[in-house]
């Protein structure tokens, strides 16, 4: 079928919306017309970066209507509302002991470019192009592996649910699923964006007695006190280790690291206790730390989180309701852009002006 697709055609262009063919789905694969699409930095990653093989059509937070199943296809019906989220194989040690997000071909079937049996599904003038997290979700269809789709309540706006299949899971997990901080301890999350105002309200579900949110922006520190935070730290205007240690009589037992900023980085580490630990989740360039003074010499930990430590299938669905109930409200960081302002939404993504931007492509 013929479809509408963002198409990044090589490293650093702006995305160009084009006619594109995408197949029908194959064994235990649906199909799904995407209603709204998150934009991620992750994308901006890989349009500018090259992570993925191009030309490719990115997109990973679709949120849509399944329109298709093919054979082999369990538990997801036409005309179910769903979320498209990471791929994984199922099959290796980590999936099956429910750590689907450190999957043994993780890499390969998120960033490869081609579907699970190393095919292709969308094409142009001919020329295969390539996939992204499985979904591609810069498109009015997409085609899923079962595995990524996620069914949710039909009495949210789907349109806003496409974020929760990455960013906000990312961060609301690393808090939920991996930290698990216990009830009256101290956390700190280090860049107050997508991720890190997840992590925020994530904090507060548990019931942290000091959640202490760090950036430089004024406005999304603002909007993190709103969601959670009892505290808020400018860390071009303070000392933030030395904050962080009298507002916490020591030091923190917990950090979410989400900027990728070297020196930042190192503040999270240093501004914990002993035996602390530290959750890495943003894109983080070549660096030095300090190995016996930052980690070992008081016993501190130091790890990589990717996409919250989550089981998409459950969890997804469980952070709907925490917004249902309004203990979780991610709505606060989305503005809603018209798929053909793409290039625009990802500008205001960049310079700050938007925390999570969404991009509507089809009605309901």
């Known amino acids: 079928m013929q479809i509408k697709a963002a198409i990044t055609h090589a490293q650093g262009q702006a995305f160009s919306i084009e006619d594109v063919v995408l197949d029908a789905p194959k064994s235990n694969e649906v199909l799904v017309k995407i209603i709204a699409t998150g934009v991620c930095h992750t994308d901006a990653v890989a349009r500018d970066q090259a992570i993925a093989p191009l030309p490719a059509i990115l997109g990973h937070e679709g ?16 005309g179910d509302h769903v979320v498209l989220s990471f791929s994984y194989c199922g099959q290796c040690d980590m999936c099956l002991t429910g750590h689907p997000t450190s999957c043994s071909t993780f890499n390969d079937l998120n960033f490869g470019g081609c579907c699970a049996d190393h095919t292709h599904r969308l094409h142009q003038q001919e020329q295969p192009l390539s996939t992204f997290f499985g979904q591609s979700s810069f498109a009015n269809y997409a085609v899923a592996h079962q595995n990524n789709v996620v069914k949710v309540d039909k009495d949210v706006d789907l349109a806003l649910l496409g974020p929760l299949g990455c960013g906000i899971q990312t961060g609301a ?9 216990s009830f009256g301890t101290s956390i700190v999350i280090y860049g107050a964006g997508a991720v890190g105002l997840s992590a925020v309200m994530a904090a507060k579900i548990t019931g942290c007695l000091n959640i202490i949110a760090v950036d430089v922006h004024e406005n999304r520190l603002e909007l993190a006190k709103e969601l959670g935070a009892t505290h808020i730290l400018n860390g071009a205007k303070v000392d933030v280790v030395n904050e962080i240690k009298q507002i916490t009589q020591g030091g923190s037992e917990y950090a979410v690291e989400t900027t990728g900023v070297p020196v930042v980085v190192r503040q999270s580490l240093q501004a914990l206790r002993p035996l602390g630990s530290c959750a890495i989740v943003g894109i983080t360039p070549p660096m030095e730390i300090d190995v016996f003074n930052d980690l070992m010499a008081e016993g501190k930990t130091m790890m990589g989180v990717i996409e919250g430590d989550a089981v998409a299938k459950i969890f997804i669905p469980q952070l709907v309701n925490y917004y249902k109930k309004g203990l979780f409200p991610f709505d606060k960081l989305v503005k809603f852009f018209d798929f053909e302002q793409i290039n625009e939404a990802f500008e205001a993504s960049k310079t700050g002006e938007v925390i999570k931007p969404i991009l509507r492509i089809a009605a309901i």
């Open 173 to 181: 997990g690393t808090v939920l699923n991996r930290l698990k901080p």
């Open 63 to 78: 949120a849509g209507i399944v329109e298709k199943v093919g054979k082999n296809v369990q538990g997801i019906d036409i």
